[in-house]
């Protein structure tokens, strides 16, 4: 794999580095740009190696959770069990689209990284759960492996190394909640997509129970470029604690909305003025989600905030799956408010009390402000739910509505406060 | 999906047909706005003996479909793995997850129409009741609104609606599709096209019914990636083109 060079201060591009030349979809043109290389160096090392190149390259998971890629690589038991590996290409973060563009352009690179985490881990069976709205990017995913079954990158002892590899695209059919991992597992198995339970993690019991390693599509697709250039190398990208490159969706009010690779740690302003030109002429930013629908908003002063895991999490929000939403002044506090809530109400699987009323009343309330029928006590109920759905279900998708949720009444409760006012007399 | 207000109102109906002809048990009285799930207020009828798993020799399975499903269930080591893509194929089959069309499935894959039901009811893209041959979904997410999609999906709802064949065309408001970059966008027959503007929708759906290909240079497939560092174009030349190119080695 090529890195372009470093120009500018910008960070070398491992990822999109070739990602619009025609016919990188096909093996042919995959493998003359350097394809399948890191594949063989990785099968010439022993498992352990590999992980521990993993490992160096500090690389912590890009769909959401941040876990770093090597501990959860070793976490799996030792032992000849049947083990599994299973990518979540269930990309249905509000505001994400960088797994796509990777499926769409590139699918080997998933692939490859794919056969190579899995002989790290010491799977032999792998599934890609991908969403079903997904169609052209499934059609790809499965005539590019097609291509790698039939030159012998996956199947029984690839390239003669004694590693076999089974790997099957599977469609989803539409549900948010199958992008939460146990979720997934039981959509997996056949079933509604309800979470499970954790402990036990997948890890030592996921699929079908046997100890299953999750990992996102741009995590496994950066594989490749760890081995081609080294772990400590990859770790001399970004800062400390996030290293490497992100691949960074951009949508909302800004003039160029698109998915960019960037460099962990620059500043977020670089990202949505810089890359992304800003919101249109004369409009000014006025709160941003930094990692999807679901992180907490900031707000225009904290456009300096380095973009990487921890100065987020200092910034009390999160990196989640790198999808930047700018939302400009034009826009009532409480339209983004109610957007948010009547998603997670439609997604919420409805297992646990906490989020399948929290976010449905979420919802009544916010429709009461702009009904006029609300009273200002109502605000602060709202906030109390938001408090009482977080850490009291099974998964985090409760959280992922009463964290935004509570952010917006917490930072625009002025604003709250007068539109229910205004829409008070209004109606009167 | 119906408001709450709707099934509170198809709940009163039929608790009122029920009475007038005496034939149906009484629907559970409850307060629709308790309950999101349509058809939670279905008396169930508990004379009836539960389905069992359907007898191949009275389930005739249209071939093709039975081969597919039979070709998806030994992808996983354990055969209810297939459902979703099983469902899927049936519903290409069938249009929509009909009770024949979960039927066969069932047959195929040797479970209870039951637990099929069960999943087909909780993913979006399948459908429980018979809906328009083509799918449109509009994206009403949160960084699609913010560029107009709600507009985009009352207009193309009312044009779809009112033109000819409206009842071929499913239009659905569809939660975050994965591609705000091209907001605000559709998904037609899964082909993503955007960004679309309340001007696109009769061509969008004259496309539709003429079975083109819809609005080609809206089209994803063809959009590049926005990042303009990306790209190296130091891209190993083919061989062939290498020879073919004069002076070429």
Redesign the interface.
């Known amino acids: 794999m090529?890195a372009?060079a470093s120009?500018g201060g910008?960070a070398p591009?491992l990822l999109?580095?070739?990602?619009?030349?025609p016919g990188l979809n096909t093996l042919e043109v995959y493998e003359?740009?350097g394809g399948y290389q890191s594949l063989r160096k990785a099968l010439a090392m022993t498992p352990e190696e590999v992980l521990e190149q993993l490992k160096a390259s500090g690389i912590r998971g890009r769909g959401g959770a941040g876990f770093a890629m090597g501990t959860k690589v070793s976490f799996l038991p030792k032992g000849s069990m049947?083990k599994y590996l299973v990518c979540n290409a269930d990309?249905?973060?509000?505001?994400?689209?960088k797994?796509?563009?990777l499926m769409?352009?590139t699918p080997h690179t998933l692939i490859e990284g794919l056969i190579i985490a899995s002989y790290a881990a010491g799977t032999n069976?792998s599934f890609i759960y991908i969403?079903?709205?997904?169609?052209?990017q499934a059609d790809m995913l499965d005539a590019a492996l097609h291509e790698a079954r039939a030159a012998g990158y996956v199947g029984e002892n690839i390239l003669d190394s004694g590693h076999s590899l089974s790997l099957?695209v599977?469609?989803?059919?539409?549900?948010?909640i199958c992008g939460e991992e146990t979720g997934l597992l039981d959509?997996?198995?056949?079933?509604?997509?309800n979470p499970r339970l954790k402990p036990p993690f997948p890890a030592l019991q996921g699929l079908?129970q046997g100890p299953t390693l999750i990992n996102n599509v741009e995590t496994l697709a950066t594989v490749p470029a760890i081995l081609a250039m080294g772990g400590d190398e990859y770790a001399k990208l970004g800062v400390e604690t996030s290293t490497g490159t992100k691949l960074v969706?951009?949508?909302?009010?800004v003039q160029?909305?698109?998915?960019?690779?960037i460099e962990l740690g620059i500043p977020s302003r670089e990202i949505i003025y810089g890359?992304?030109g800003g919101p249109p002429e004369g409009r000014e930013v006025k709160c941003w989600?930094p990692g999807g629908?679901s992180s907490p908003v900031l707000k225009a002063e904290d456009l300096d905030v380095p973009y990487d895991f921890n100065s987020l999490a200092q910034a009390g929000t999160m990196l989640g799956s790198g999808?930047i939403?700018v939302?400009d002044d034009s826009?009532p506090i409480l339209?983004?408010a109610m957007?948010?809530a009547k998603?997670y109400?439609?997604?919420s699987?409805g297992k646990c009390t906490p989020c399948r009323e929290g976010t449905?009343w979420t919802v009544k309330m916010l429709e009461r402000i702009d009904a006029g029928e609300a009273t200002p006590m109502d605000l602060e109920v709202m906030a109390s739910v938001q408090e009482h759905i977080i850490g009291n279900c099974l998964c985090v998708l409760g959280d992922a509505m009463a964290m935004p949720i509570g952010s917006m009444i917490a930072k625009f409760k002025d604003e709250f406060e007068a539109h229910m006012e205004e829409r008070r007399l209004s109606h009167a | 999906m119906s408001t709450p207000e709707e099934i509170l109102r198809g709940a009163q109906n039929l608790e009122l047909e029920a009475a007038e002809e005496g034939t149906r048990p009484r629907p559970v009285r409850r307060f629709a706005h308790g309950s999101r799930v349509p058809g939670w207020d279905e008396a169930v009828d508990l004379e009836k003996d539960p389905a069992g798993i359907p007898d191949p020799a009275l389930t005739p399975v249209p071939s093709e479909l039975r081969a597919e499903i039979e070709a998806h269930m030994a992808n996983y080591p354990d055969r209810r793995s297939a459902a979703l893509p099983a469902l899927a194929a049936a519903q290409r089959v069938h249009g929509w997850c009909s009770p024949e069309a979960i039927e066969q499935v069932a047959c195929v894959m040797r479970v209870t129409p039951a637990y099929l039901e069960s999943v087909a009811s909780f993913y979006d893209m399948l459908e429980t009741s018979p809906v328009g041959r083509h799918s449109v979904y509009v994206c009403t997410n949160i960084s699609c609104s913010l560029c107009g999609a709600d507009e985009l999906y009352a207009a193309l709802a009312a044009a779809a609606a009112a033109g000819d064949g409206g009842d071929e065309i499913n239009v659905r408001s569809f939660e975050c599709l994965g591609a705000c970059d091209i907001a605000p966008m559709a998904s037609v027959d899964g082909v993503y096209v955007g960004p679309l503007s309340v001007a696109d929708v009769p061509q969008l759906l004259a496309d539709v019914h003429a079975g083109r290909p819809v609005l080609p240079d809206k089209q994803l497939a063809r959009r590049l990636v926005a990042d303009p560092h990306a790209n190296t174009r130091e891209f190993p030349e083919h061989p062939a083109e290498q020879a073919a190119r004069p002076g070429g080695a």
């Open positions: 090529m372009a120009e910008r591009i999109f580095a070739d990602i619009d030349e003359r740009r049947d990309e249905s973060e509000p505001g994400t689209f797994d796509r563009e769409q352009k069976r969403r079903g709205e997904y169609e052209l099957v599977h469609r989803g059919a539409g549900a948010y959509s997996l198995e056949g079933k509604r997509g079908y969706s951009v949508s909302g009010h160029r909305p698109g998915n960019y690779e890359l992304a989600f629908s999808a939403i939302v826009t339209d983004v957007k948010v998603f109400r439609h997604e699987c449905n």
